[in-house]
């Protein structure tokens, strides 16, 4: 399997990047919170149509890392998600759609739904049920960590439509993840490189604090996870595309189930994130919990986007027992 960008990625890459850039710098970011949406900035994307062209799961992991890239206050993920959900089953085209994470609780409300402060509608899980339900956004949530326009929806009040099973959501809940564990990366990504700009930049004793030993260590081996999360990502995306449900042959290191992959790859691009902001805010000293640095940007939106899906000892979990079914041996 190539885990590369293909060269058509690589344009996809660079076009987005150069996109996200110039349209969501760290002013935009800065002037979107607390809620954490631009409309300015989404009415720009979506003029682009990425969602309504048949793109990959793949294809769409490569632009959900730039928009991680320059942590863009924009449904992006969510609205990849849904959206061909919704016109796969006839439905009219949200201004915004999103995906609810979490089934709806007893009283029929799915809580911190990810754009659901801002989303037309939701599409996710109550009881056994996949439903989309159209009804209007809040445009108001919870102030949280990363600045992310959460809110709790109804599942039951609205215009609602049966969209498929259980098992339906669940294809769609590991895109999700996977597209969420690409913006993660992002942020990795783009956190190393702030620390390099930094050390670079910052001198003591009339020499970069960059040359010396101990900051270089603390550095060195975020590269190694960077790209080891990127590959697991794109291995997940590759697995959601082909749309075969493989094993988890575990003992052997093969596993080719896309369900177990979007965990793993969610679960490790957040431990990537959180641990490369955390070394990077680190190396910045006291300035980095200054608001005019971004890395505190950064570092929030680490803890926050990996945290939208709950309690990581959970999927930990739920990952185990997919990869090691009751009743299966272990060892």
């Known amino acids: 399997m190539e ?4 060269s058509d990625q690589r344009d996809l890459f660079d076009a987005f990047e150069q996109f996200f ?3 969501s710098a760290p002013a935009v970011v800065r002037a979107a919170e607390p809620l954490g949406f631009d409309v300015d900035l989404w009415r ?3 003029a682009m149509e990425v969602w309504g062209s048949g793109a990959s799961v793949a294809d769409l992991a490569v632009i959900a890392e730039t928009a991680g890239r320059w942590i863009a206050p924009v449904p992006f993920i969510e609205h990849a998600v849904a959206s061909p959900v919704l016109a796969a089953a006839g439905l009219v085209s949200a201004d915004i759609a999103t995906i609810a994470v979490r089934p709806a609780d007893a009283d029929g409300v799915w809580q911190l739904v990810p754009a659901g402060a801002v989303a037309d509608v939701v599409i996710g899980l109550d009881g056994t049920d996949f439903v989309a339900v159209r009804s209007d956004p809040p445009m108001a949530g919870p102030r949280n960590h990363a600045s992310a326009p959460l809110a709790d929806r109804t599942a039951r009040n609205g215009e609602r439509t049966v969209l498929g099973s259980a098992a339906d959501f669940e294809a769609s809940l590991a895109r999700w993840k996977v597209l969420t564990a690409a913006a993660l990366g992002g ?3 783009m956190g190393l490189e702030l620390a390099l700009r930094y050390v670079n930049e910052r001198r003591q004793f009339g020499v970069p604090i960059g040359s010396f030993q101990a900051v270089q260590h603390g ?4 590269p190694g996870s960077i790209d080891g999360g ?8 590759a697995t959601l595309d082909a749309g075969s449900f493989g094993g988890c042959d575990v003992d052997n290191n093969d596993i080719d189930d896309p369900m177990a992959l979007a965990s793993m790859a969610v679960l490790f691009a957040g431990e ?3 641990h490369a902001t955390d070394r990077s805010l680190h190396f910045h000293g006291g300035y980095g919990f200054a608001e005019e640095y971004d890395i505190q940007l950064y570092y929030r939106r680490a803890r926050g986007w990996s945290l939208i899906l709950g309690e990581p000892a959970r999927e930990y979990l739920a990952l185990a027992d997919r990869l090691w079914p009751a009743g299966s041996a272990v060892g």
């Open 44 to 46: 720009k994307l979506d």
């Open 272 to 274: 990537v994130a959180t």
């Open 3 to 6: 885990l590369g960008f293909s």
């Open 219 to 222: 550095l060195a081996d975020l």
């Open 187 to 189: 942020i990795a990504s």
């Open 230 to 237: 990127r590959l697991l990502t794109h291995k997940a995306a």
């Open 21 to 23: 850039s110039r349209e």
